[in-house]
Nanobody, 124 residues
Framework: QVQLVESGGGLVQAGGSLRLSCAAS????????MGWFRQAPGKEREFVAT????????YYGDSVKGRFTISRDNAKNTVYLQMNSLKPEDTAVYYC?????????????????WGQGTQVTVSS
């Protein structure tokens, strides 16, 4: 029903910036809660950021507050994650996530759709 395709990952130097994009197919994007998670090898998937469709409110994980910004463009069916001041510990596969519920996406259990992931590697 909904497909999510991430892009924009790559290799960057510490302190650099990167913008991830997630393009969603289907006509229900404007009624989906959207978010980003990340997962490093051998670790649990971690909440990064979310944006609601109801109010546009945004929420961030403690480790990225002040550095990352999530936004959505309903006309383009796309959600973005602007990542600034990147650190080596930000290295992970980043996953776009969508939920059909009424709550913002802060936990994996409320996610209905996952993107395939895009690798972000930050070198020291």
């Amino acid at each position: 029903q909904v497909q999510l395709v991430e892009s924009g990952g790559g290799l960057v130097q510490a302190g650099g910036s990167l913008r991830l994009s997630c393009a969603a197919s289907g006509r229900t994007f404007s009624r989906l809660m959207m978010g980003w998670f990340r997962q490093a090898p051998g670790k649990e998937r971690e909440f990064v950021a979310t944006v609601t469709w109801t109010s546009g409110n945004t929420y961030y994980g403690d480790s990225v507050k002040g550095r990352f910004t999530i936004s959505r463009d309903n006309a383009k069916n796309t959600v973005y994650l602007q990542m600034n001041s990147l650190k080596p510990e930000d290295t992970a596969v980043y996953y776009c996530a969508a939920g059909r519920g009424t709550l913002e996406i802060r936990e994996a259990r409320v996610v209905n759709y996952w993107g395939q992931g895009t690798q972000v590697t930050v070198s020291s």
